[in-house]
């Protein structure tokens, strides 16, 4: 049996899994590791602890089966690594994606107008999410990273870059064009790294990995015994993107793990966003990018774990749907998750969260169901976003996958809110089954696009059940908690 490993190196852990012939998981191995929390609204990752795991949960997966035909590779997107050509080790911890410490600069940048410059060829915002900020900190915090990168001898990657690094023994510095065009200095326009950005940053292109289609020759490794080649890399969202098969225009994906991100494909066209979404490549096939307009959402199902190990209300996940069911229906909590400021439409990195409603009803279960509506609330947000800056986005059923959309009380509240359809398929996998996808396309084990297409399978189709009025005052609410959160 042949079959296909993928990677799915996500923020809270690492996961190998091994896809057979018919695409259906055979075997998963996962390890968290350390979230390190330096100062408010800083987040890193140490990436030798991320490196370990990657390597662990391989190696068991590859201890499974003698016939691997490829292995593809999804990450978390825009963590930033700078390590040393020479030396293989990183100068830095990994700066994640939700690290708001360059708020300042991105100010700045603002104020002088080159958010423009980025908008029009990187398709984002100014803001600290976006890795080319983090790279200049690294570079201007870090003793000897300037002359070190002048000279040639530093290597920025996203994390799927990194793991190619380690993985191929240095062979090969290299991303595909879904993780390059979160940097904030590719140009997705003309599929090149952008040298007006890159300057302004200061930071130079020698450090750049080469660019490559999500399905393409990355390298190969050995380091599990058999020479395996790696053939597909996209970042999470875009794989999640892919594996829910969302390859028409119009098609939209939202993926629920720590944060949310809502993924509308719109074809060969760029839209710029008038709402504050971002402009990104959902894939790049035979060199063709597919762009879509993403809506990203920073605290999703971070919520559900602020509950057990911050309030400690649940004992685990799955304990907030049954708890959420017991919350007094007269008590009316509305809870905006901005714990690392606020994401998309909304772009407020000094935001913090809030609770409004508070009364001496409100206990556990309040808050339980307060948390998993404010899931609903934020990609109602984005929604209406879509709707606003593309009319191709009218009207569609939305494809939900991550740890988060396994809870019915959750699912059914978003179709509720949205007043739309949400389907729910068979495999929840999707990351991964995207950088499967890939990696046995190109192997020519797995089919076609369309082929792949077909095997979509729903398991569930939530239809929105809550009369108009309710929802639009309960929206209503929402953006009343957001504007004052806001101040
Ligand atoms: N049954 C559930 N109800 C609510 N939230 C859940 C449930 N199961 C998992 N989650 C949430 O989903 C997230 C994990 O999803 P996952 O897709 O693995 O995330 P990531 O890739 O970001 O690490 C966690 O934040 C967890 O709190
Ligand atoms: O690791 P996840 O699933 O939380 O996804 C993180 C996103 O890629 C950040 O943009």
């Known amino acids: 049996m042949t079959f296909v490993l993928a990677i799915d190196q996500g923020t809270t852990s690492t996961r190998a899994i091994l896809f057979d012939e018919e695409m259906r998981v055979a075997h998963i191995a996962q390890e968290e590791f350390q979230q390190i929390y330096p100062q408010s609204g800083w987040v890193e990752h140490d990436v030798e602890e991320i490196w370990a795991t990657v390597k662990s949960v391989c ?24 390590w040393n050509r020479e030396t293989g080790e990183a100068l830095h911890n990994a700066i994640v994606w939700q690290d ?14 080159f ?11 100014a803001d600290p999410y976006f890795s080319g900020t983090k790279v200049r900190y690294i570079l201007e915090t870090v003793e000897g990273a300037r002359e070190l990168a002048e000279a040639g001898k530093l290597a920025f990657g996203t994390i799927d870059s990194f793991l190619i690094w380690r993985l191929t023994g240095g062979k090969r510095h290299v ?52 020479e395996l080649p790696i053939l597909g890399v996209a970042g999470d ?8 098969a969302c390859f028409e225009p119009g098609m939209l994906k939202s993926t629920y793990g720590t944060g949310c991100f809502a993924l509308l494909n719109t074809g060969a066209e760029l839209v710029t966003s008038e709402n504050r979404l971002l402009g990104t490549i959902a894939y790049r096939l035979d060199g063709q990018p597919t762009y879509a307009l993403e809506g990203s959402i920073f605290i999703a199902g971070a919520v559900v774990q602020w509950l057990r190990d911050g309030l400690r209300i649940i004992a685990k996940a799955a304990d907030t749907h049954p708890l959420a ?15 690392t400021g606020l994401g998309a439409p909304y772009w407020d990195a000094e935001a913090r969260g809030a609770i409004f409603g508070l009364t001496r009803n ?39 996958d991550g740890g988060m959309s396994a809870s019915d009380w959750a699912m059914q509240f978003l179709a509720d809110i949205i007043g739309a359809p949400v389907d729910r398929p068979k495999v929840l996998e ?23 297409a077909r095997t979509w399978a729903l398991d569930h189709q939530f239809t929105p059940q809550m009369d108009e009025a309710t929802r639009d005052r309960r929206y209503a609410g929402w953006q009343d908690a957001i504007r004052r959160t806001r101040g």
């Not at 190696?59 to 700078?82: L, W």
């Not at 708001?100 to 002088?112: D, K, N, P």
């Not at 875009?238 to 829910?244: S, V």
């Not at 069911?325 to 714990?339: I, N, R, T």
């Open 237 to 244: 969202q875009q794989a999640a993107t892919i594996g829910q």
């Open 362 to 400: 409100a206990g556990p279960a309040e808050f339980a169901r307060a948390a998993l509506e404010s899931v609903g609330f934020q990609t109602r947000d984005l929604l209406d976003a879509m709707r606003a800056d593309w009319t191709g986005a009218e009207d569609g059923i939305l494809r939900v």
């Open 59 to 82: 190696g068991q997966c590859v201890a499974k089966s003698d016939d691997i035909a490829a292995i593809g590779i999804t990450n978390q997107r825009e963590t930033t690594v700078v």
């Open 100 to 113: 708001r410490r360059t708020s300042e600069f991105c100010e700045e940048l603002r104020a002088e107008g």
């Open 325 to 339: 069911e017991k919350a007094d229906p007269s008590v009316e909590l509305y809870l905006v998750p901005a714990f």
């Open 115 to 125: 958010e423009e410059v980025i908008g029009h060829r990187t398709g984002l915002l």
């Open 430 to 452: 999707t990351t991964a089954l995207g950088a499967a996808w890939l990696a046995g396309m190109r192997a020519g084990v797995y089919p076609d696009q369309d082929g792949f």
């Open 175 to 226: 991303t595909d064009a879904t993780n390059a065009a979160r940097t904030m200095l590719y140009d997705i326009r003309k599929g090149r790294w952008s040298t007006t950005i890159c300057e302004r940053f200061g930071i130079p292109m020698s450090m750049l990995p080469e660019v490559l289609d999500c399905a393409a020759d990355f390298g190969t490794t050995d380091l599990f015994g058999p």
